[in-house]
């Protein structure tokens, strides 16, 4: 393959289309063209060429004048950019794709809400199940018996009798203000 390569001779560059295409390939002679109609072509070709030239001083100068209406307007690029957004994202919400979508979503939405809510009511009877099985209701009256130990039985005496003993029933000696015990005297 290399040596059907080397027999042909391969341009250094690929020639530009459009302005610099005259420049880039000259007007040679073509042997399916005559003098004369490749000089029409290369005449042809710069007129093109200059009218593009043309045609981009106007764009140019178009788009200058555009700038300058958008100042006086108070049209900010942030503006500019803000109302293509909510202009693409108004066609991406009109859109079929969009449309379809959203439905299949919120179907999977509805599908997924009433999984979980089956799956809880199975976990609710599951739990009732386990609550009704003897083992669970020896633990639950051993722990409401542990709860009845723990809890203090209340007392028929007034709140004042409550606070002035302690809990084996001895009644507090109260310390006039203002005294110390020996290891209580301020520094």
Known sequence: ME?????????????????????????SPCTALTEKEQADL???LAKVEDEIQTLSQVLAAKEK?????KRKLGITPLNEFKQNLSKGWQEVTTSTAYKVTSETLSQVGQKATTAFSSVGSAITRKLEDVRNTPTFKSFEEK??????????TPS?????EVSDSTPDGEPVVKQPEGTFLPDQQPH
């Open 143 to 152: 722990v409401e018996t542990l709860k009845t130990k723990m809890s203090p």
């Open 156 to 160: 028929t005496g007034d709140i004042e």
């Open 3 to 27: 040596e059907a390569d080397q027999g042909t001779q391969r341009p250094d560059f690929i020639p530009e289309v459009g302005e610099d295409a005259v420049d880039a390939v000259p007007c």
């Open 42 to 44: 290369c005449s042809e």
């Open 65 to 69: 004048q555009v700038a300058e209406i």
